[in-house]
């Protein structure tokens, strides 16, 4: 008897050694704000064109995202947020045209030409929820329209630009799988009035965010440059490369192996159990 109690223990201890999907667990951030870039990553009212800024992030290992926060800047007096919609790239020459069109400095380590998925509010893919700040937040240097093919690309940027901070927590309808690999992340915020600009953050990343090499930086298009992208601290301004300022959320999925041992463990248990009523 005391050799079927054993078995049940040590089966017992190989399923709980699978680490459980923790709701919600932080899988990247790039930190908070540093005060030194905005940039436009959304529609301006009354305006066609799109435009859309993105950053780069790494998973170790292939996770379900289910949401996650960035940080941005809305003109004073808070305009309110009326849809939000995330796009997830591969880093170029992925999803992309090969060779590019030679309209930009170049396409190494930017996004793809496309996206490969997408959640958006409209759709009721996603939700969201927008959190304004108190105090007026003023960022050093700004890209809004300023964004041109060769031989143009650079402006030095559109200047210094004061709004409301704006932190959107987002969740998803249903969690997103990706594959360990290195992505690039774009939220677009559709205003009430005027244009969201998404908030630069640290580069190299600092504690308390998640520090990665390789860390590339944040490019910006818009519908006239597309399917191209810019680097904005590199080709626009040529200050120095940015990141920004977002976090994901989900949790990790569980390796093969020990997706076998949980197998295991549980037809070990499921073994004993019967040899104990045979037993009895």
């Known amino acids: 008897m005391m050799r079927y109690d054993f078995l049940l223990v040590v089966a017992a201890a190989a399923a709980a050694a699978v680490p459980a999907q923790a709701a919600n667990q932080l899988l990247f951030s790039s930190g908070g704000p540093d005060g030194r870039m905005a940039s436009a990553s959304?529609?301006?009212?009354?305006?066609?064109?799109?435009?859309?800024?993105?950053d780069d992030f790494v998973l170790g290992r292939a996770s379900r995202i289910a949401g996650?926060?960035?940080?941005?800047?809305?003109p004073l007096g808070g305009a309110s947020v009326q849809q939000v919609e995330i796009e997830f790239y591969r880093v170029f020459p992925g999803d992309s045209a090969n060779p590019p069109s030679g309209r930009v400095p170049t396409r190494e380590n930017s996004p793809a030409d496309?996206?490969?998925?997408?959640?958006?509010?409209?759709?009721?893919?996603?939700?969201?929820?927008?959190?304004?700040?108190n105090a007026p937040f003023t960022v050093a240097?700004?890209?809004v329209t300023g964004i041109n093919p060769l031989p143009g690309v650079f402006t030095g940027g559109e200047g210094?630009?004061?709004g409301q901070l704006l932190t959107v927590d987002f969740s998803f309808a249903d969690p997103l799988l990706l594959?360990?690999?290195h992505y690039f992340f774009r939220p677009e915020v559709r205003l009430s009035d005027g244009t969201f600009l998404w908030l630069s953050?640290?580069?190299?990343?600092?504690?308390?965010?998640t520090p990665f090499v390789p860390d590339l930086q944040s490019w910006i298009r818009d519908s006239g440059l597309s399917p191209d992208w810019l680097r904005i601290g590199t080709d626009i301004t040529r200050e120095a490369p940015f990141n920004a300022s977002f976090s994901l959320t989900g949790s990790a999925v569980p390796e093969p192996a020990s997706?076998?041992?949980?197998?295991?463990?549980?037809?070990?248990v499921g073994a004993a159990l019967r040899r104990k009523a045979a037993i009895a």
């Open 42 to 54: 959304g529609p301006a009212p009354g305006d066609a064109r799109e435009t859309e800024t993105a």
């Open 68 to 74: 996650g926060q960035f940080t941005g800047l809305v």
């Open 114 to 133: 496309e996206d490969f998925a997408a959640r958006d509010s409209a759709a009721g893919e996603l939700s969201y929820r927008g959190a304004l700040g």
């Open 141 to 143: 240097n700004s890209v």
């Open 160 to 162: 210094a630009v004061t």
């Open 179 to 181: 594959e360990a690999g």
């Open 201 to 209: 953050a640290a580069k190299p990343i600092v504690a308390p965010g």
């Open 259 to 268: 997706w076998a041992m949980m197998i295991i463990g549980f037809g070990l």
